[in-house]
């Protein structure tokens, strides 16, 4: 890989490529070849026939979470290159260069792989090697012949279930055989299609005109899978024998795809990945990458002429198509009693019968402290470091920043919903929440891993109020202006009436019933927000009960016995919250650890609400990484 800049491109401007694209031949080869019914190719009984993509759709209906793992590319260099009379004199064989290439994949632990150049000897050692561990396809046993282009994937992890073969033109466009596989992740049930090519280079000649056409139909092969199969995940692999805007400002944008080493586009612009690969990993843009790796060393160099390239990808959890806003109210200080049966606030009435709800939630284990359950929402984070906490209460005073406390960088919704470009809030009317801001603000926030950089800067928009009316006035004026596409407002005065005069009388009651008009006031202006009308999840729970404040002489009984409700587009009304999630566990009365049966915590919220604006969980969050969370009628989650 080279150290060159990749400039950014005008899409509206097309390239010399673009223009060749443009031809009526090439364009009517690619879209000949890509929408032609395929030839049954099935390589063992557990692959269906194939049929014509458009015929066939995903055939089953069920809840899936978050799935994740390790997908890989590698031209291992064919045998043939290191054979006698190879162009690669001195180099081992191919088979002995085979076992490297087992060594490697041990090593670093990917659960796809694309092969370039995976002859038949090459094939042959791998399978020896691996036995049924892994299966390739169309590998050795495939009824049209082995294919010198095949994907890898472990039996362990994946399930085949359909496969294809597309004709994509090489050396002098004759077309060659490339694998398109459909596989079941065994964890999850989610599926995936991954595609895998190799397109020509021009050491037989100039090749351009056919790279270009393998291209064009690389992008129709993935928006025709994505129209047949919704809500199947696409993933390009291979050898593209093209840099930068050439291959990247035709597939990203066409295919609405994104590379796991980076790059963006924005409009007209396309910015492509640094760096000048030939080799390409590529997804649509409900893959997440990260962690993408270039692997070039001597051992590498003695197995192939090509590095190893691999990122880890999560895929989210499934939500309902027509959600994509969420608001979060926290209220520190509202206990369990005061809002059971009919001594509940109208609103909190409302909530219960018009959506999902319990009043058997839990704060996390170490603490029922506001600070320590309002920072175990926002990262899904239990509290104590050594256990990879965020640390927050875990000390007599408050920190710095939430890194600080927790000795590393510690992601949160904010993370997630920013870096994809959404627009963020947090109002409070607590100064202790000004940590919020301290620790996700342009010095002390994380990079942006995805797209177009939104930097460092998490929250669009935070304000600390006098108290909550005013707060949420500023909230319901900003909104007015500009929609948020996250929001987390805290409503304080209950927790300062309860702590001022104890969590029972009648003062802490009235500051209950003002909190849930100031909820009934936000979901008021939810439903006069058109952009986010008929189209925002609404939650509201506690983060605390009774508890002493920082500072404070007093000491009440803590109270870790919370309620939660969730109401929005696709939430079944008047249902309950452990009905809807039988891998949660209603603890009765008791607080619990951490192992065992799990009781549904207010840290559960952070992944809920990553899901909802279908973003990975949160990085670090140890509470429903899975995002297995359900508030969302499992019938009402299209491609679940």
């Not at 557990?46 to 793992?69: G, H, L, M, N, Y």
Request: proline share 8%.
């Amino acid at each position: 890989m080279s150290g060159t800049t990749a400039s950014p491109r005008t899409l509206a401007r097309p390239s010399r490529a673009g223009l060749r694209r443009l031809c009526a031949a090439g364009a009517t080869l690619a879209l000949a070849l890509v929408l032609a019914p395929a030839a049954p190719d099935a390589s063992d009984g557990s692959a269906e026939a194939a049929a014509p993509v458009a015929a066939r759709a995903a055939d089953t209906v069920q809840t899936t979470p978050a799935t994740s793992f390790r997908v890989a590319n590698f031209n291992v260099l064919g045998a043939d290159h290191t054979a006698p009379g190879g162009n690669r004199k001195g180099w081992d064989s191919g088979t002995v260069r085979m076992d490297r290439v087992v060594t490697l994949l041990k090593e670093k632990g990917p659960d796809v792989v694309g092969f370039q150049e995976f002859q038949p000897p090459q094939a042959t050692r791998f399978q020896q090697l691996m036995g049924t561990s892994w299966q390739t396809y169309p590998g050795l046993n495939n009824p049209a012949g082995p294919s010198v282009n095949s994907i890898g994937w472990s039996t362990a992890v994946w399930t085949l279930v359909e496969a294809r073969t597309i004709p994509i033109p090489y050396f002098d466009g004759v077309p060659s055989r490339m694998p398109a596989v459909l596989l079941q992740n065994n964890g999850t049930g989610r599926r995936v299609w991954f595609f895998n090519t190799h397109n020509p280079a021009d050491t037989r000649g100039p090749a351009q005109q056919w790279r270009d056409a393998g291209f064009a139909m690389e992008v129709a092969l993935a928006n025709e899978l994505r129209a047949a199969y919704p809500g199947v995940p696409f993933i390009s692999l291979g050898d593209k024998n093209e840099r930068g805007s050439d291959y990247y400002c035709v597939v990203a944008p066409g295919a609405d795809m994104w590379s796991a080493s980076g790059g963006y586009v924005d409009g007209s612009t396309c910015q492509p990945p640094a760096g000048g690969a030939i080799d390409w990993i590529m997804g649509t843009k409900d893959v997440f990458f990260n962690g993408y790796t270039r692997v070039w060393n001597d051992f590498v160099s003695k197995t192939s002429d090509h590095p190893l390239y691999y990122a880890n990808a999560v895929i989210p959890a499934s939500a309902p198509a027509d959600v994509d806003h969420v608001v979060v109210v926290a209220v520190p200080g509202l206990t369990s009693t005061v809002v059971r049966g009919t001594s509940a606030p109208g609103e909190a009435a409302r909530m219960r019968d018009n959506g999902a709800s319990t009043t058997n939630a839990r704060t996390v284990t170490e603490s029922t402290e506001a600070d320590a359950n309002l920072f175990s929402l926002l990262s899904g984070r239990r509290v104590f470091p050594k256990r990879g906490g965020h640390g927050v209460g875990s000390e007599k005073s408050l920190p710095a920043t939430v890194h600080d406390s927790a000795g590393q960088y510690v992601s949160s919704v904010f993370d997630l919903a920013h870096n994809l470009s959404n627009r963020t809030m947090f109002f409070s009317s607590r100064p202790a929440t000004q940590l919020v801001l301290r620790s996700w603000n342009r010095k002390t926030g994380g990079k942006d891993p995805y797209g177009v950089d939104d930097g460092p800067a998490k929250i669009d928009t935070f304000k600390i109020k006098k108290d909550d009316a005013t707060a949420v006035k500023l909230w319901r004026d900003r909104l007015a202006k500009r929609p948020a596409r996250l929001s987390v407002i805290e409503l304080s005065g209950v927790l300062e009436e309860g702590l001022d005069g104890g969590f029972r009388g009648p003062a802490y009651q009235k500051a209950v019933r003002k909190a849930f008009q100031r909820v009934a006031a936000i979901r008021r202006s939810i439903h006069q927000q058109p952009e986010m009308a008929g189209r925002t999840l609404l939650v509201v729970t506690g983060t605390g009960g009774a508890q002493k404040a920082r500072g404070s002489s007093r000491t009440w009984a803590q109270s870790y016995r919370v309620p939660m409700w969730v109401t929005g587009p696709g939430v079944p009304a008047g249902s309950d919250l452990y009905d809807l999630n039988p891998s949660f566990t209603s603890p009765g009365k008791q607080q619990v650890g951490y192992s065992g049966a799990q009781p549904i915590r207010v840290g559960d919220l952070t992944n809920l609400v990553t899901r909802t604006l279908r973003l990975p969980p949160v990085p670090g969050s140890s509470m429903d990484p899975e995002q297995r969370f359900q508030v969302f009628d499992p019938l009402q989650v299209p491609g679940s």
